[in-house]
């Protein structure tokens, strides 16, 4: 594990570059643009049609006792309004993610790998389309798997835990994908991805809890949420953008290092250059 913190040292050192702060700027205004469009076009229909399915098959009436019953009776009007917001948010995850791999992850590349791996072959193993295939792919699981832990936001800590290996598992599939894909051959890409995978794991499991904070927000103040939806959304889409650009970074240190090493190919880490 040691390189996964050294890893993460060199990414920290990364994220405080001026580029790369200036990197979150167009993933953000992209994602804002897009959400606005679709919630102007869609979130009252979606509404609508959550209650009518909340009222069809009794589910306002269970939550509503529920609620009564431990105290907690005037959240019952926004129950329909939260689970919306839950619905919506491993969207809002998927087209950060989609939209740093297109932005963001090139520059994140040549940053890394220009400056710190210049000796390292590129076998060009991947592309963007087929990281943007990989986050759908993904995102269709994770999006399954989301739709069966929303009854465990009832007890907010079992829900943040089932969220932050959701995240853990879609960010160490997705991200490595985009870290290696310049560099890796197809083949060394699956063999990286195979032994690696619990490494990566692990800087998922850290990016899911940094990740796993917007929802648990909206859960814990679930009136201020509704109220303050726009301003809840907008400063959660940046929090995304600014975790998967950190991610990225971590998962490029760590991915190219251990290319390097498979390849037993020099490859050069300049402790006396700045990041």
Known sequence: MRA?????????????HGKILLLSIVPFILSVALWALLLWLGLQPLLDWLHGHFVGFEVYRVTSDWLQSIGLGGLRSIVVPLFALLLLL???????????GVAAM????????????????????????GGVLKALG??????LAWLCILPLYIFPPLAGLATVLLWAWLTSRVMSYDA???????????????????????IGVVSGLAGSLPALVWIGGAAAAIAFFPI?????IWV?????????????????QA??????????ESLCQSD
Do not use: N
């Open 240 to 256: 995304y953008v600014v975790i998967f650009i950190f991610t990225g970074l971590w998962f490029e240190y760590y991915c190219l």
């Open 90 to 100: 491993p969207m809002m995850i998927v087209t950060a993610l989609i939209f740093i």
């Open 232 to 236: 809840l959304l907008a400063a959660s």
């Open 106 to 129: 090139p520059f994140i590349v040549r940053h890394v790998g220009g400056r710190h791996f210049p000796q390292l072959e590129k076998k060009q193993g991947g592309s963007i389309l």
């Open 4 to 16: 996964v913190f050294h890893a993460y040292g060199r990414a920290l050192l990364s994220q405080f």
């Open 180 to 202: 290696l894909a310049d560099y890796a051959s197809p083949e060394e890409l699956a063999t990286l991805q195979r032994e690696h995978r619990w490494q990566l794991m692990s």
């Open 138 to 143: 993904a995102f269709g699981v994770f999006l």
């Open 259 to 268: 290319l390097a090493q498979l390849r037993h190919a020099p490859f050069e």
